[in-house]
């Protein structure tokens, strides 16, 4: 999966939990968006412990993606 793509549909994640403003989400870089799937809200701590290249790369969907993090979480 290209990082484009994966922190698109991380967006619409977003977008449909409706807990955010659609207007917060979207000033948010692909880098930031794919960051709050797997940083602590708490204490900033990254929970999942993997190279982000590789999990994007054998992700076929966000889905996908935030199952291989889970594998990969500490």
Do not use: P, W
């Not at 701590?45 to 290249?53: H, V």
């Amino acid at each position: 999966m290209q990082k484009h793509l994966l922190a698109k549909e991380l967006r619409e994640r977003q977008y449909k939990a409706g807990r955010v403003e659609k207007s917060v989400i979207d000033t948010l870089s692909d880098d930031e968006i794919i960051g709050s799937y797997i940083t602590c809200s708490h204490c900033g701590e990254k929970i999942a412990d993997t190279d982000l290249r590789t999990a994007i790369a054998l992700a076929n969907d966000s889905t996908h993606f935030l199952d291989l993090c889970v594998r990969f979480q500490r």
